[in-house]
């Protein structure tokens, strides 16, 4: 009962995150600083825990497709997760990513490190967004 509320909760977030999504890319191509797969780091990455800036991790591939994350550091902490890319292989992939990624945002931003459980029915995505995180994570020193 508890994974389906969690599961329903999460629909409306992705209308949230699929404008985000969009609006965050439209906004890096119009600075004409990167985006999409490939990406990279958008600031220097800094050993220090009071590292500042933007942070593209590893695009990691999944057999439903590739998972891309941005951090947004201030002052050593994570202040935003944006997904780059997301599974794209797939309509019931698409919607599962769609859902597990706000609750992987949530948690990252909670615990502020990519320590955290699995969302179910996402462990392709999960992990990939896990790897890619930790990738961003390194760049920036934390």
Same mark, same amino acid.
């Given at each position: 009962m508890r994974a389906r509320a969690t599961v329903v909760g999460a &629909?409306?977030? /992705? *209308?949230?995150? *699929?404008?985000?999504?969009?609006v965050g890319s439209s906004i890096d191509a119009s600075n004409g600083g990167p985006s999409g797969a490939g990406a990279s780091a958008t600031a220097k990455p800094a050993a220090s825990a009071a590292s #500042?800036? @933007?942070?593209?991790? /590893?695009?990691?591939?999944?057999? $439903?497709? #590739? +998972?891309? +994350?941005?951090? +947004? &550091?201030?002052?050593?902490?994570?202040?935003? &997760?944006v997904p780059v890319h997301l599974t794209d292989r797939g309509g019931r992939s698409v919607q599962l990513s769609n859902r597990a990624a706000p609750i992987l945002r949530a948690e990252v931003l909670k615990s502020q490190s990519a320590k955290v459980a #699995? &969302?179910?029915?996402?462990? $392709? =995505? =999960?992990? *990939? $967004?896990?790897? @890619?995180?930790? #990738? *961003?994570?390194?760049?920036a020193g934390l």
């Amino acid at each position: 009962m508890r994974a389906r509320a969690t599961v329903v909760g999460a &629909v409306g977030s /992705a *209308a949230i995150l *699929a404008i985000a999504w969009q609006v965050g890319s439209s906004i890096d191509a119009s600075n004409g600083g990167p985006s999409g797969a490939g990406a990279s780091a958008t600031a220097k990455p800094a050993a220090s825990a009071a590292s #500042s800036g @933007s942070f593209t991790g /590893a695009s990691e591939n999944t057999r $439903y497709g #590739s +998972v891309q +994350v941005k951090i +947004v &550091v201030a002052g050593g902490k994570i202040t935003d &997760v944006v997904p780059v890319h997301l599974t794209d292989r797939g309509g019931r992939s698409v919607q599962l990513s769609n859902r597990a990624a706000p609750i992987l945002r949530a948690e990252v931003l909670k615990s502020q490190s990519a320590k955290v459980a #699995s &969302v179910g029915g996402a462990t $392709y =995505t =999960t992990d *990939a $967004y896990l790897l @890619s995180l930790q #990738s *961003a994570l390194d760049q920036a020193g934390l």
